[in-house]
């Protein structure tokens, strides 16, 4: 059974940083094989897409409101997917998910497509 266990999150001030990771087990086929991506989610919104990592070498999306701002970066050897997130404002206080996709066929930030969540990390940034 996969599992996915995401880690990191906290409390930081406006400006602060903060690194979240993922960690996935249980997988059928090489972690290389899957697109992995970021999703948050504040109390009353929808979840949205952050960044994701395609698979196979594939290339790297950001939205626009993290594009500067948060680093997506995978080791596939390690099973592992993180985020460095910099500057960090009060929009980005949310529950930050990992999830994992093995033939995602629309756009990246689009969540149902991803077979794999986390529990969820808890952003929050306070003023």
């Known amino acids: 059974q996969v599992q996915v266990v995401e880690s990191g999150g906290g409390l930081v001030e406006a400006g602060g940083s903060l690194r979240l990771s993922c960690t996935a087990s249980g997988l059928t086929l090489t972690f290389d094989a899957y697109t992995v991506g970021w999703f948050r989610q504040a109390p009353g919104q929808e979840r949205e897409g952050v960044s994701c990592?395609?698979?196979?070498?594939?290339?790297?999306a950001y939205a626009d409101s993290v594009k500067g701002r948060f680093t997506i970066s995978r080791d596939n050897a390690k099973n592992t997917l993180s985020l460095q997130m910099n500057a960090l404002n009060l929009e980005d206080t949310a529950t930050y998910y990992c999830?994992?996709?093995?033939?995602?066929?629309?756009?990246?930030?689009?969540?149902?497509?991803?077979?794999?969540w986390g529990q969820g990390t808890q952003v929050t940034v306070s003023s």
């Open positions: 990592s395609r698979r196979s070498g594939g290339s790297i």
């Open positions: 999830a994992g996709a093995l033939a995602p066929k629309r756009f990246w930030a689009y969540a149902g497509q991803y077979d794999y």
